[in-house]
T-cell receptor
Framework: DAGVIQSPRHEVTEMGQEVTLRCKPI?????LFWYRQTMMRGLELLIY????????DSGMPEDRFSAKMPNASFSTLKIQPSEPRDSAVYFC?????????????FGEGSWLTVV | QQQVKQSPQSLIVQKGGISIINCAYE??????FPWYQQFPGKGPALLIA?????SEKKEGRFTISFNKSAKQFSLHIMDSQPGDSATYFC?????????FGAGTRLFVKA
């Protein structure tokens, strides 16, 4: 299995621009998560989906952030307009089932720098 | 109630020594406690995990000790090696929701 695939791996953009991060979860996984990692705040859960439906977006910092999952094999996280404080590593992750004990598989992350 | 507190923030250990990372949680509803290992430029990956009905779990050089009454758990890395240098995250989960600690950056000196 190829694992969780994220793109782009690195993105440098100017403040005010739209940023779209993409994710392909592991085939057969029912849950998809978007996390943000910063030195100050560690790993934060932004939003998660179950069977393509957003379940909890309480971690999404502002209305500038939006996420979609149009099908079981693709999800996007969009920031519009981007700001320098959005600079972070954004991880997509997936897991097989909702019960405790299922391993969360992370992608390698999208490193975003907003200048 | 959702927090997982992790310490220390960073740790330097000599090769062959024991690395110890501690975590504490508040919500007694958590029923699964994984540890993730993250190398630079990579995503976190599951290292070892424990359920609260067990006080200790060992996998190779890695051991989790769990104290349910104190709501604390720790990771012990025996015979630490330079290849263990990474960031370690403890976590607590219930169902679909996993809360991560802030992470510990471990450096093992050769």
């Amino acid at each position: 299995d190829a694992g969780v695939i994220q793109s782009p791996r690195h993105e440098v953009t100017e403040m005010g621009q739209e940023v779209t991060l993409r994710c392909k979860p592991i085939s057969g996984h029912d849950y998809l998560f978007w996390y943000r990692q910063t030195m100050m705040r560690g790993l934060e859960l932004l939003i998660y989906f179950n069977n393509n439906v957003p379940i909890d977006d309480s971690g999404m910092p502002e209305d500038r952030f939006s996420a979609k999952m149009p099908n079981a094999s693709f999800s996007t996280l969009k920031i519009q307009p981007s700001e320098p404080r959005d600079s972070a590593v954004y991880f997509c992750a997936s897991c097989r089932a909702p019960s405790s004990g299922n391993t969360i598989y992370f992608g390698e992350g999208s490193w975003l720098t907003v200048v | 109630q959702q927090q997982v507190k992790q310490s220390p923030q960073s740790l330097i250990v000599q090769k062959g020594g024991i690395s110890i990372i501690n975590c504490a949680y508040e919500n007694t509803a958590f029923d699964y406690f994984p540890w993730y290992q993250q190398f630079p430029g990579k995503g976190p990956a599951l290292l070892i995990a424990i359920r609260p009905d067990v006080s200790e779990k060992k996998e190779g050089r890695f051991t989790i000790s769990f104290n349910k009454s104190a709501k604390q758990f720790s990771l012990h890395i025996m015979d630490s090696q330079p290849g263990d240098s990474a960031t370690y995250f403890c976590a607590a989960s219930k169902g679909f929701k996993t809360i991560f600690g802030a992470g510990t950056r471990l450096f093992v000196k050769a």
